[in-house]
């Protein structure tokens, strides 16, 4: 089954950091874009940031720019997002997901992990 | 800063015709994507690029984009479309905006 495993998730004050990791499992990342998707609990979607197949493209919503970091690494199948200065609005599901084309950065997400929950709480 | 509008609900009798829209400035000039959000779930891309569909969804689902007006279109309604439905426009200056979303309710 083709699958998106998130990890990392997990309880943290407020301006500590966390690293989220997602890996493919009968997936593989190379050749795909990739992107972090959050859900605050009872809201909608919010896209949080996304990096093209071969990194030269990367892009943050405003919310996070400059706190949080996307990179990937396709050796290890893997797509993290560190996130710094975590503030209490932070606290969501957060989703690993990828490009329907793969070569296409923003082309429509048609694979979606089930989720990594962070909660920023002191 | 770009805005997307999305009624909070709509209501539908199965077997008929759900519309949903999603208005945005010039919203036709953009590529517009739609999900499919059951509770408990994670999304599921409906539709793709204004009116593609990925494999395995069905043809009831199609969307148009015209103005500042993109549309998806249910078909012949059935209970198990009832879910969150959300658009998400996407070019190099709004990146992957999402809009709030509607709850379709089949009655």
Redesign the interface.
Same mark, same amino acid.
């Given at each position: 089954e083709v699958q998106l495993v998130e990890s990392g998730g997990g309880l943290v004050q407020p301006g500590r950091s966390l690293r989220l990791s997602c890996e493919g499992s009968g997936f593989i990342l190379k050749d795909n874009a990739m992107h972090w998707v959050r859900q605050a609990p009872g809201k909608g979607l919010e896209w949080v940031s996304g990096i093209s197949w071969n990194s030269d493209r990367i892009q943050y919503a405003d919310s996070v720019q400059g706190r949080f970091t996307i990179s990937r690494d396709d050796a290890k199948n893997s797509l993290y997002l560190q996130m710094n200065s975590l503030r209490v609005e932070d606290t969501a599901l957060y989703y690993c997901v990828s490009d329907i084309i793969g070569y296409s950065f923003g082309s429509g997400f048609d694979r979606w992990g089930q989720g990594s929950l962070v909660t920023v709480s002191s | 800063?770009y805005e997307l509008t999305q009624p909070l609900s709509v209501s539908v009798a199965p077997g008929q015709t759900a519309r949903v829209p999603c208005g945005g400035d010039n919203i036709k000039a953009k590529?517009v994507?739609w #999900?499919q /959000?059951k509770p408990g779930q994670?999304?599921?891309?409906v539709?793709?690029?204004h009116s593609?569909r990925?494999y395995g969804i069905p043809e009831r689902f199609s969307g148009s984009n015209s103005g500042n007006t993109a549309t998806l279109t249910i078909s012949r309604v059935q209970l198990g479309d009832e879910a969150e439905y #959300?658009c /998400?426009v996407?070019?190099s200056r709004t990146?992957?905006?999402?809009?709030?979303?509607t709850k379709v309710t089949v009655l």
């Open positions: - | 800063s590529n994507h #999900y /959000q994670a999304p599921v891309l539709l793709y690029r593609n990925p #959300y /998400q996407w070019d990146a992957g905006l999402f809009g709030p979303g």
